[in-house]
């Protein structure tokens, strides 16, 4: 197995310059996340969780300092290899679960797997992860707009799934569920990190989501106030 | 090629949502397609109608008196081609066939009815070098006359019928009725009367010719043969005007063809009007999806696959736009032809077939550089932003 931490940030700063005065987001931070590690990131709002997790998404890149995803270093890289650096090791779950609408349950599924191969016949494996996720086939072939937001959820936990990538970011992956679903969707993921070895790293301000984390790190004002 | 086929899928199913708007834009383009390949259609229809109806002498020089214009009066209106100078003209034209022609016009009567028409006068033996037979006979002595096609159509005229020319109504019998020769630059015989050049001398009691014809035997000789007339005639003064057919007939042709540039330039402002909508649809649907973008984007794709989609989009407006008014373009060329020139023929000319594709060929290069914005604009959104879009 891979010793190498999947994530490495050292010395990183993100200042956004506005007509008000810069705002300084990510102040100096260092860290690493091992492999398989399921990390909680918490904090205030504003205290730059979003901004951290943008840029372990590589959607965002930082002012100064380095941030290595899966051995690259995201700075030194054009906007195509980081779209396939996103597309191939990275799987985002969102709070507005950010399904494509003109797709349905099962293309929105599919969609990354043909970006990644090319090849538009290849319903198994999506049928395969949905299923893995918990979404029965009657639903397969309805848009968003026909599913609940546990559904969606589940849909966009596929998606983010089906090119088996090594790190899997998640923000308020439950922020937008009744909390018997988000148990569920939680459970899901937990289940994904112990039996699929993914690294999860999940922006939440649910103490009880963070609960199901091995580690959870504090933000604030751009900095880490503390571990745990 | 299948992530294409998938950016493909995806434009068809946008537009599907919005089909309203997207039906609008390509029917832009329709109308676009269907203004320039019909006005292209209707030019060139009019070109060939020009080209038909004028004769198909692009082979002659014809050397005319030189009439000069001094103010407001012109001298010379009484100027004929004298004996002297018709000489010259042959010297000058070497082997090829030299055709002195009398020409005036009169008052006719063929029955009751009194109308004006031209008369020629040449010489039997050339008449055959310039005209063709339809029925009857050529002239073979100074006695008898040959009518026009047209003139013989439209007032009965046939073999034997007898035709009273001037005031004194001097009676003249049809020998021959020519074939339908079209309007020509030497002269134009659907509406006249030719008779012998020994006639016209003696009726009209003139000296001197109005025109001679050269026929020349190879066209890449016609210029040389004019500027040996023109020195041989024009050296110290200018006597005569000569002009080659051919060169009058290219001017005229070039004229009718800038008027079909015109028009097609007419039915291009429509295209450019549709062109315009295509890029607002293709705009509004780059605004609306600004999230949609990010979404794409933050799951792996690319600039150029975002580009192409919207690429897409304008293709598939430009493309089906352009194939349903390249069909109504053949309906509205064949009515405007019907309309402008009463024959359709035209419209089945190859020349006048091929504006079509032209118009569909400018329709679809419309949409696409319209699109060409838009798509630029949705794949270089950053992905942060997009996604942050409300």
């Not at chain 1, 492999?35 to 951290?52: D, N, Q, V």
């Not at chain 1, 893995?132 to 559904?151: I, K, M, N, Y």
């Not at chain 2, 109504?328 to 402008?340: D, E, H, K, R, T």
């Amino acid at each position: 197995m891979d010793t190498q931490p999947v994530i490495v940030f050292t010395d990183v700063t993100k200042i956004y310059p506005l007509d008000a005065g810069d705002v300084v987001a990510l102040d100096h931070l260092s860290f690493e996340i091992q492999r398989g590690e399921f990390i909680a990131i918490m904090g205030p709002s504003g205290s730059g969780k979003s901004t951290l997790l943008n840029m372990i998404g590589c959607l965002d890149v930082p002012t100064s300092g380095d941030v290595i995803i899966d051995g690259k270093n995201i700075r030194t890289m054009t906007d195509d290899q980081l779209t396939e650096l996103r597309r191939d090791v990275l799987g985002f779950i969102f709070q507005q679960f950010n399904l494509i609408l003109l797709l349905n349950a099962l293309e929105n599924v599919q969609y990354p797997l043909i970006l990644k191969t090319g090849e538009t016949g290849c319903t198994d494996r999506c049928k395969e992860v949905l299923a893995a996720v918990g979404l029965t086939s009657d639903l397969w072939h309805h848009r968003p707009g026909q599913l609940s937001g546990g559904q969606q959820q589940r849909v966009a936990i596929a998606r983010a799934l089906v090119n088996d990538p090594e790190i899997m970011l998640c923000d308020e992956p439950t922020g937008n569920l009744d909390t018997k679903t988000g148990t569920a969707i939680m459970q899901l993921l937990t289940r994904l990190c112990r039996e699929q070895g993914k690294t999860i790293v999940m922006v939440t301000h649910d103490p009880r989501t963070a609960e199901y984390a091995d580690r959870v790190i504090m933000i604030e004002d751009g900095r880490i106030k503390e571990e745990a | 090629m299948s992530s294409h086929r998938l950016f493909f899928g995806l434009a068809i199913r946008n537009l599907q949502i919005h089909w309203l708007r997207s039906l609008l834009a390509a029917i832009g383009i329709i109308i676009g397609v269907v203004a320039i390949s019909s006005m292209g259609i209707l030019g060139n229809s009019l070109v060939l109608s020009v080209s038909d109806s004028l004769t198909d002498v692009g082979d002659s020089v014809v050397v005319t008196p030189h009439i000069s214009f001094q103010g407001m009066t012109s001298t010379g209106t009484d100027k004929r081609i004298t004996d002297r100078q018709l000489e010259q003209i042959r010297r000058a034209s070497g082997n090829n066939e030299v055709v002195p022609v009398y020409a005036g016009g009169d008052r006719i009567r063929i029955g009751r009815e009194i109308l004006a028409a031209s008369i020629y006068g040449v010489n039997p033996q050339d008449i055959p070098t310039l005209l063709n037979l339809e029925t009857g006979q050529f002239l073979r002595g100074a006695s008898g006359v040959m009518v026009g096609a047209k003139i013989a159509k439209e007032n009965n005229l046939a073999v034997g019928s007898r035709i009273l020319v001037g005031d004194e109504e001097a009676g003249v019998r049809v020998v021959g009725i020519l074939a339908e020769r079209g309007m020509g630059f030497d002269i134009s015989p659907d509406y006249a009367i030719i008779a012998s050049d020994q006639w016209y001398k003696d009726f009209y009691d003139v000296r001197g010719y109005d025109q001679v014809i050269v026929k020349v035997r190879n066209l890449k000789d016609i210029d040389q043969v004019k500027n040996s007339i023109d020195a041989q005639l024009n050296r110290r003064e200018t006597e005569v005007n000569v002009y080659d057919t051919k060169a009058i007939l290219e001017t005229i042709l070039e004229t009718f063809g800038r008027i079909s540039t015109f028009t097609m330039a007419i039915g291009g402002i429509s295209l450019i009007v549709a062109g315009v909508s295509i890029f607002n649809v293709m705009m509004m649907s780059v605004m609306e999806r600004y999230r949609e973008i990010g979404i794409l984007r933050s799951i792996g794709t690319k600039r150029a696959e975002v580009r192409s989609m919207f690429i897409y989009e304008s293709l598939i407006l430009g493309v089906s736009g352009s194939i349903i008014g390249g069909v109504l373009s053949f309906l509205g060329g064949y009515a405007a032809i019907a309309v402008m020139l009463q024959e359709t023929s035209y419209l089945f000319a190859f020349s006048s077939l091929i504006q079509i594709p032209y118009g569909m060929i400018f329709g679809v290069a419309t949409s696409i550089l319209s699109g060409l914005y838009p798509a630029w604009k949705a794949s270089d959104l950053r992905p942060i932003d997009a996604l942050r879009h409300e």
